[in-house]
Nanobody
Framework: VQLQASGGGLVQAGGSLRLSCAVNRRILVFNIVGWYRQAPGKQRELVAD???????NYADSVRGRFTISRDIAQNTVNLQMNNLEPEDTAVYYC?????????WGQGTQVTVSS
């Protein structure tokens, strides 16, 4: 299984970015698809995920600002990030879980300037 993340970049506080994760398998086979992030010196943390059948789950710090979605036809998992804050600066990783197996993408850098 391969996950390819894209869409990161540099944005000013209050701006928006959209991340996309392309999966080389039908995403409906996975129990969970979503995004984690890791800031310098911090542990990797959950940002948002979608759990079967279609329940969306968000970290408290991003709820109301970020929206996760999936495109079943394109086999992509997307993260729309609005009203970005400097604290959102991190490397963002997409992931997928099937049974007890976890798959990770390569990460994409998001930098939010104040």
């Amino acid at each position: 299984v391969q996950l390819q993340a894209s869409g990161g970049g540099l944005v000013q506080a209050g701006g928006s970015l959209r991340l996309s994760c392309a999966v080389n398998r039908r995403i409906l086979v996975f129990n969970i698809v979503g995004w984690y992030r890791q800031a310098p010196g911090k542990q990797r943390e959950l940002v948002a995920d979608i759990r079967k059948p279609s329940y969306s789950n968000y970290a408290d710090s991003v709820r109301g600002r970020f929206t996760i979605s999936r495109d079943i036809a394109q086999n992509t998992v997307n993260l729309q990030m609005n009203n970005l804050e400097p604290e959102d600066t991190a490397v963002y990783y997409c992931y997928a879980r099937q049974g007890h197996l976890n798959y990770w993408g390569q990460g994409t850098q998001v930098t939010v300037s104040s």
